[in-house]
Structures are given as structure tokens and as C-alpha cells.
């Protein structure tokens, strides 16, 4: 800022500020932070990424570095992944019971597109590599193209997009098709030309992950018709797709029982529930007063069956696949939502922040 210096902390997805430094101490901590990245330290009108490595208590820990150029200064963003601590297992990642088995289904055939999708930040990377880590053995060749290669798995090849050498995404997934892969992961799905390669792919034998940025599993048919894939590619290379959002847990610690409010026995009564008591969390020094520590997944998985198939083929609206959802009994984000509510997991504010009533 203009007097002072801000150091904000995003706790469990929410930004909180921590302290304010006097002004002074800018530049000196900007420099520190861009030698510990191995940045250029006199360049201070363009945006830099680069990386940490360090250990704490034992743990590898790395730290991702993006600096901008703001008016004030610049501004520096550290992402923190704790290597040691990612989730590489399918079961841990709070899926409940119906939607684990038609996930893994998904990521067993032997050819076709299964996407994540999700706003930046909602895990879905997290999902891709447990599913990686479940299908790695050595029987298959597995290849990942991503931007940038975030946790380092054994036994699999992967690929650091680099722009400014022209090697896309697009320009990554041709290169590796060459390199008779099983299964192939890329990072994301930006343009018509990756899109293209993957669906490509996945017609020819190979199982295809990917992510997609859209808000739910139904939209993320249209968004890929839009792009200018043919429906009828679509339709033959589809496997299946699932929505993720992150919500904050209820603190272990000072979480209590407590009786629901109108609002929320109304909005579970919409959606054919009933709820007798939620759990909340009073704040306690666990938690930083907030109620809430750690984080979880709901999910909305989208099966492509036949009949869905169908309705990519013949373009009829996206609101059909929701009805085929509830006919399967397939959650949508919001009831998966509440029936973490209703386990107690989480709260239903928490709910209605990431997954929009309908």
C-alpha cells in the first residue's frame, strides 16, 4: 500500500491480513524473498515467477513465488505445497460413497476423456493426482503435461509447459502421443487445439484426465461445444465428469451440536431433506476463533451413459442432464453439500458460499 506494507494470510481459502510492516521494510524483504527464488532482484517492472525449496521440521516443503508490479510496488504471492503432506489417496478425499465408485469407474475404462472441473483453487489438481496415483503401476505408461508440474510422482513422466520455448499444452499432448502412452494428464483444457489432441486421444485408445474451468459438471458439455468440438466426438469421447468446490470444516475442538434455523430447514426441505441439528464451532485458539479448520471436497459427478450421450448428440438443453442426474440418484453440489451438512462436517453457509441454490 502507499504506508505501509500488508502480509495477508489465506487461511483454509479465506484471506485474512496478519500484520502491517512500516514502509521502510518493503524493498529489504522483496529482496530477500527474490534471492531465496533465484529471481533477478534488480528487475522490478515485470511480473517474475520462480521457486523455494525448503525443509521444515524435516518436510520438504516448496514454495511457489509470483511477483507483480503494482503502483505501490510489488506485490509478492507464496504458495505453500507441502509435498509431504498430498493427498495421493482416493478415499481420503471425502467423496462420499456413490459418487468413490463412479469416480473410479471413470478413471478405469481403458480409453476416453474423464474432466474435473471447478474454479482455480477448488482441488481438483489434488483429485487428478490421487486418481494418477491409483492407476500408476508398471504395467502403464502414464505422461502428465502441466502448468506448472506441482507435486513430483514417482514412476510417472511429466511435462513443464513452457511458453516462451513453444511448448504448449497442444504442442505437449501431440509429442505425447508419440510416446505410446496408457494414460495421459493435461493440466488444463484452454483452447480448441488441446481440445482437439484430447478428444483425438481418447478415440484412439488412450484414457484422458484433464480440467476444465467451468462451474458444474452439466455446464462443461456446453462450454466444450462452444469451444467448437463436434457433438459427435463429444459424445464417443466423454467417460464421465465431476464438479468439486472446497468447504471449511467445523473445528474438531469447539464444534457443537446445535438446533437449525428457518432458512436452513427450508432449503433442506427444497431438496427432499430433512435436518434435526447442526454442528457449528464456537471459535477456540485451535481454530483462530473461527469455527472452522481444514478444508474438505463436495462433489457432482456427471456418468455419461447413453442417455446422455444422446442429449450431446442432439444439442437438447444441459437442463436435461440434471434431470437425469436426480433420476440416477446423482447428487448435485449443493445436496452433496448438505448431506456433509447433515453429517456434520461442515456448516451450511459454508455450502451456500461455493454452490448456488437452484
Known amino acids: 500500500q502507499e504506508t505501509e506494507l500488508k502480509v495477508r494470510y489465506r487461511v483454509d481459502g479465506m484471506l ?4 502491517a510492516l512500516p514502509k521502510y521494510m518493503q524493498n529489504v524483504i522483496l529482496a530477500r524473498i527474490k534471492i531465496m527464488g533465484n529471481l533477478n532482484i534488480t528487475e522490478s517492472r515485470i511480473p517474475q515467477d520462480g521457486r523455494i525449496k525448503i525443509t521444515v521440521n524435516m518436510r520438504a516443503i516448496d514454495i511457489r513465488l509470483s511477483t507483480l508490479p503494482t503502483i505501490y510496488g510489488e506485490k509478492v504471492v507464496m504458495r505453500i505445497l507441502d509435498i509431504g503432506n498430498a493427498l495421493n489417496d482416493l478415499s481420503k478425499l471425502s467423496f462420499n460413497d456413490k459418487n468413490l465408485t463412479a469416480f473410479t469407474n471413470m478413471i478405469e475404462h481403458p480409453n476416453g476423456i474423464v474432466l474435473l472441473t471447478g474454479p482455480t483453487g477448488s482441488g481438483k ?102 469451444m467448437g468440438i463436434e457433438p459427435f466426438l463429444l459424445s464417443s469421447s466423454l467417460v464421465g465428469i465431476v464438479a468439486q468446490r472446497l468447504v471449511r470444516n467445523v473445528c474438531r475442538d469447539c464444534g457443537e451440536y446445535v438446533n437449525p434455523n428457518e432458512r436452513e430447514i427450508e432449503i433442506f426441505s427444497q431438496h427432499g431433506m430433512t435436518v434435526e441439528k447442526v454442528r457449528r464451532g464456537r471459535g477456540c485458539p485451535a481454530c483462530n476463533n473461527t469455527g472452522y479448520r481444514g478444508r474438505l471436497a463436495i462433489h457432482e459427478v456427471l456418468k455419461v451413459d447413453e442417455f446422455v450421450k444422446d442429449i450431446i448428440l442432439t444439442g437438447k438443453s444441459p437442463s436435461l442432464l440434471r434431470g437425469r442426474m436426480k433420476d440416477t440418484g446423482y447428487l448435485s453440489l449443493l445436496e452433496d453439500g448438505l448431506l456433509k451438512v447433515k453429517q456434520g462436517f461442515t456448516t451450511t453457509e459454508e455450502v451456500l458460499r461455493v454452490a448456488t441454490v437452484k
Open 16 to 19: 485474512k491480513t496478519e500484520r
Open 125 to 226: 489438481s489434488s483429485t487428478l493426482y490421487a486418481a494418477l496415483n491409483k492407476l500408476n503401476n508398471e504395467n502403464v505408461n502414464i505422461i502428465t503435461v502441466e502448468d506448472p508440474v506441482e507435486y513430483q510422482l514417482e514412476g510417472i513422466n511429466q511435462i513443464q509447459v513452457r511458453e516462451e520455448v513453444d511448448l504448449t499444452f497442444a504442442v505437449g499432448l501431440r509429442s505425447i502421443l508419440r510416446q505410446d502412452p496408457d494414460i495421459v494428464m493435461v493440466g488444463e483444457i484452454r483452447d480448441l487445439e488441446t481440445a482437439q489432441i484430447a478428444v483425438r486421444a481418447s478415440l484412439t485408445g488412450h484414457l484422458v484426465l484433464s480440467t476444465l474451468h467451468t462451474n458444474s459438471a452439466v455446464e462443461s458439455v456446453s462450454r466444450l461445444r462452444d
